[in-house]
């Protein structure tokens, strides 16, 4: 019997047959049925037999391939050519690996360095390759996609308003297939009883049509049909990720209904789960047609509104048709609107065409964007070179131990280039291993990214995921460094003075100690020009956290936003809302004053209206529009900003009073240079403002912004149903934010408030780049430093442990233990003093790049520029006193005995 | 053919190379049987897998040391279909001249020793 089945036989047998396929084409021809025949007679020895036998033979097996594979190749290695080069691989390779498990240690070292250099350099990869550079996931050949903006002075990038985009929808059908548009609007949802708070998208009913997108389940929105007619088409689809999450996947969810703001929509489809929405970081949940926005938002009629931008529009290019076709039409199209409507196209000077995968997140982020990409990926390239010079470092002193090795077989008559071969298919082996692992830090760094929610309310997502280009840039990356760290040794190492390399006279002292002394030199060097970058930052994060805001203490102001046009309220029961809730919340005995906004200063929303200054005239090119808010009474001084001088507004300033008008110092010194600015008139939204008030010039959007000029106008004069209440409160703000939620609630359960916190916490919004870049900086830093402190020690061990004979000597002659000390205390020291003045003059050049960066803080800041460079010497000073004193300790005896 | 000079190359045999001469030395065998005769001889040191004994062949017949012969006669499993092995007029002198010279190495060895 040859095979008993079920004993494993015939699995060993076909996996052995398979693997015959490691031979040689010749070899296999000739020998396959004899090496079949080997195995089988193999396989009915006693121990081949049974479970224990299967295990040994296939041990057995794989240790002949081992042996019998190279044996193979180099067997016809007189003709040489690809046969023989590949035999020389595979020699080289399985010499490498035994190498690699000789020396755990080194390996594990060397391994370990270079990982987390390529770690990091894949995750910064993968999040920028996810989020701003990769093609948007979902969509269908995306290079035809055009985004579409109107310019205005000082604003290349603007919103379109939902008839102008409908002019462009139909009026370019010769350049583009199909032109969509959407927006975020936030949303109340309820179904089955449950309601929350959401960012939905409005879209044109085209929109998926246009992104090439075919829905999951159901269908999506018909062009033709439900963009006319205004409210006449409750319907929504789901994206697939709320439709796994609200409705547990559940296939019969087509033609079910959910309560949108109050209003029943049919759930008509379901978006595949690759497509995630127009933005890389954001997976609104709930789309809905452009017609129903109306419904959605009661209290103003976005759809006939020309002159209310918020939709961002995106054409599908014709097949044929290039952008600059579709630019000239975009040209031709503002000409034919502007006589049909001279009101509104008076100041558009034209259209901004983006393409799509050019656009990022939003295109006038682009060189904000690129700039952090590209320090980010300075960043980590240059701690990828610390790295590979760590591993150079180690590779250059175990290539010394090898020089004997390496001489005996250059004399042997084996080629330089052949010897340099072996080295580096040592160091590529040894940084695809590190890529691997590398690979796999950047999986979990991408995961946490994955789960990262900024703290700014929003459907975010942020799909950051190891794919093929991830995949192929490790690689690249990887070999590249073992290129990198393997040159230096292999040619150091096959150094042609092989006669004194046999001899084992290599002199200690000789080039190799000289090329990793000039290596940690420069490691130093990087590691400084590392950290005062993140030195700048963190220093530019806290002095940020020192600006003056313009008012008063933000830890006991409390911040709450509701809007009850959401729940359908028309303008009277919104504004009965709000003072209601504005008196109830006044009345707390918690609160010691309280006023309303359209929104809290340094959040990521502004809004700016065009103005007109009698006696005043605008510059060609001028910014002409200007940053304002609605406020209520009581909100300058619950914010405790300064009136310099005038007053701040009343209850009396509302529809039926006078318009008056609150400016700050900027504004008033800009116009109004040397004048009091009481009295002045500002024309803005149709009608003339008197200002009667003026205050100091505080921060709205960012800490670090520039001075800029503001407006308030008063909440009761122009309505608005979305705002943000703010309260004073006397003690714990957490208290006084339970407190208006219930209030909130009393008055309408239905009625979600949002946004609650506290205006510190609010304020880490605007913080938030800064933190995260210093964070991320200084961890790397931190990593940075490690890494150079390893590379010191490492060498200055091994300077040590080599020159154990001279510093023997040298204890045996008289030398006492302190001047040991000193002597390799001292070399060390040299070396790291030499590489902090190289960082210091490369981080001087380097912070001049930075300052563009850098909100508040002085490029050369001393702060950084001292403290920094003390730390890294005091660090470096331990890394090389730990082996100066056990040099120190050196036994004269034994040291001399030992060679 | 092999002149003393091609001998030379061979020497020192490797410790594989002569134990597949010894076993092939008092008549053809198969690559199975070679290799058991291997592993006896050694007192199990060397145990040839399949792909090692048929490489070490394969080189063996391309140095002219052995050669494939037609089944000699014997019965047993398989006996037609397998590859029998031969030594040439040139393997038979590099194992003498092996043989000799561990001989030799031997006597040393032994003299020194003073056994």
Known sequence: MRHRPGDGGDRIRSAYRHFLSLYPQHFRERYEADLLQAFDDRRREARFTGNAGGVRLVIFLLRDFVTSVPMTYRANNGRRGVDGMMSDIVRDLRFSVRMLVKNPIFTLAAVTTLALGIGMNAATFSAIHGILLRPLPGADQPEELVQIYREWPGIPFGSVSVPHYQDVRDRTQDVFESVASWYFEPLSVSSDGQSERTMGMVVSANFFQTYGVVPALGRTFIPGTEDRDPGAHPVAVISHGFWESRFGADPTVVGRTVTLNGHPFEIVGVAPSDFRGPLTVAAPPIYVPLMMANVLRPAFNVLEARGSNNMTVVGRLREGSTIEQARARMEALLLQLREEYPDHYESQLSHTLVLQSEAGLHPSFASAQSGMSTVMFVVVGLLLLIACVNVANLFLARARDRRREMGIRLSMGASRGRVIQQLLTESFLFSLLAGAAGLGLATLSARLLSSFRPPIDGPWAFTVEIDPAVLLFTGVVSLVSGFVFGMAPALQATNPDTVSAIKGEANVRSGGTRASSALVVMQMALSLLLLISSGLFLRSLQAATRIDPGFDDPANLAIASADPGLQGYEEARSAEFWDRLLEEIGALPEVSSVGLTLYAPLGLNSSDRGVAIPGYEFAEGERTSLRYSYVSEGYIETMGIALVEGRSFTRQDDAEGAPVMIVNRRFADRFWPGESALGKVVRTAGRDWQVVGVTETGKYQSLGEEPQEFMYLPVRAIFRSDLTIVARAEGDPQVVLQRIRELARDTDPDLPVYDLRSMEDHMGIALLPARLGGSVLGLFGLLGLTLAAVGIYGVMAYSVSQRKRELGIRVALGANRRSVLRLVLGEGLKLTLFGTALGLVAALGASRLLGGLLYNVNALDPVAFTVVPATLVFVSAIAVYLPARRAARVDPIGALKGD | ?115
């Open chain 2, 1 to 115: 053919m092999t002149g003393p000079d091609a001998l030379e190359q061979h020497l020192p045999l490797s410790a594989a190379v002569f134990h597949v001469l010894v076993a092939i030395a008092d008549g053809p065998r198969h690559g199975y049987a070679i290799a058991q005769d291997v592993e006896e001889l050694t007192e199990g040191r060397i145990v040839m897998g399949p792909g090692t004994l048929y490489g070490s062949l394969q080189r063996m017949c391309a140095t002219g040391l052995i050669e494939e012969t037609a089944n000699p006669g014997e019965a047993g499993l398989h006996a037609d279909r397998r590859r029998y092995y031969r030594m040439t007029p040139a393997g038979s002198s590099a194992l003498r001249a092996e043989s000799e010279r561990m001989l030799r190495a031997a006597n040393v060895a032994r003299e020194r020793l003073g056994t």
